[in-house]
Antibody
Framework: QVQLQESGPGLVKPSETLSLTCTVS??????????WSWIRQPPGKGLEWIGY???????NYNPSLKSRVTISVDTSKNQFSLKLSSVTAADTAVYYC?????????????WGQGTLVTVSS | DIQMTQSPSSLSASVGDRVTITCRASQSISSYLNWYQQKPGKAPKLLIYAASSLQSGVPSRFSGSGSGTDFTLTISSLQPEDFATYYCQQSYSTSITFGQGTRLEIK
């Protein structure tokens, strides 16, 4: 059974960089069959796709966040990470790491439990 | 970006009811449409992929249909555990987008 677990600070100051790591167990980030994704959800609101990475390192980002987002993968640790720079209160959200199938339909079939990140001074 | 619009935004129904939720894309997305269920405080769960394919382990009372711009998620006979928020998601574009969600409440 694949499991994903987010980790990182729950509080980030405005203008600083949000950094989260997702540790994958029961599966491998080196699998060619999946995209490793980040999705967020502001409190009481809907889902927003942030981006994904393939094991080779190729990435695809939400155009509205692209200038501030970096997603990387560490195959040796079976982890992938998110960095979001210059954060504001609008970046306060539950951040999910997830696995999307690389079959064109990109259904997200496994999710982490989510971690709330609050942007506040 | 492709905009995904769900209707209704909220819906009240009773156990045993047949319920349909609609998702409309701002342009044709072929069958690149997935549906998710989210319960409060939990991560979303994949129900339907490729517009009409049932994800493994999902009860057969859930079904999806449509192609192009108009899609539906149908629950044939509502069960107590089905009261949740439902989201559609398109993956036709490299910029993946979700609908705003439909909240299904108990009448």
């Amino acid at each position: 059974q694949v499991q994903l677990q987010e980790s990182g600070p729950g509080l980030v100051k405005p203008s600083e960089t949000l950094s989260l790591t997702c540790t994958v167990s029961g599966g491998s980030v080196s699998s060619g069959s999946y995209y490793w994704s980040w999705i967020r959800q502001p409190p009481g609101k809907g889902l927003e796709w942030i981006g994904y990475i393939y094991y080779s390192g190729s990435t695809n980002y939400n155009p509205s966040l692209k200038s501030r987002v970096t997603i990387s993968v560490d195959t040796s640790k079976n982890q992938f990470s998110l960095k979001l720079s210059s954060v504001t209160a609008a970046d306060t959200a539950v951040y999910y790491c997830a696995r999307a199938r690389r079959d064109g339909y990109n259904g997200v079939d496994y999710w982490g439990q989510g971690t709330l990140v609050t942007v506040s001074s | 970006d492709i905009q995904m619009t769900q209707s209704p935004s909220s819906l009240s129904a009773s156990v045993g009811d047949r319920v349909t939720i609609t998702c409309r894309a701002s342009q044709s997305i072929s069958s690149y449409l997935n549906w998710y269920q989210q319960k409060p405080g939990k991560a979303p769960k994949l129900l339907i992929y490729a517009a009409s394919s049932l994800q493994s382990g999902v009860p057969s009372r859930f079904s999806g249909s449509g192609s192009g711009t108009d899609f539906t998620l149908t629950i044939s006979s509502l069960q107590p555990e089905d009261f949740a928020t439902y989201y559609c998601q398109q993956s036709y574009s490299t910029s993946i987008t979700f609908g705003q969600g439909t909240r299904l409440e108990i009448k």
